[in-house]
């Protein structure tokens, strides 16, 4: 039987969810981007973390963050070489409510992000009471 997967913490959804090439071909499958993959490409290459300190903030492995960030820093190359449109959604992911201790964050969600209704992810048996709260789309 394979590990549960650990539902990964971001701090708020992106305020655009996709992009267009500005000069590309009509009807090109876009490339999906994982909200998870969007939050380990902020955390490292925007605010400067390492992939220690973006695993710790995320609650999962550095070695998962090492997979979700070359698999986001694939898809972004395939974006900008062959001219695709990128969408950002899907993932397994909650959003932090700015409320944990230790939240480095400190209430984000709260003050910097456009209100998102999701649904939570129904039947969890999880014995982590956080990942009630985990969305798993695509």
Sequence with gaps: MPRPRKCRKVCCLPIN????PVRGEKGQQPVILKVDEYEALRLIDREGFSQEECGDYMHIARATVQQ???SARKKLADVLVEGRPLLIAGGE???CDGTES???????????????RT????????????????????
Excluded: M, Q, W
């Design 17 to 20: 969810d996709g992009f267009l």
């Design 68 to 70: 979700i960030y070359t």
């Design 93 to 95: 992911y909650r959003l």
């Design 102 to 116: 230790g939240c480095a964050c400190k209430g984000c969600h709260k003050r910097r992000c456009p209100t998102v």
């Design 119 to 138: 649904e939570a992810k129904s039947g969890n048996n999880s014995k982590e009471g956080s990942d009630e709260d985990c969305h798993s789309i695509g």
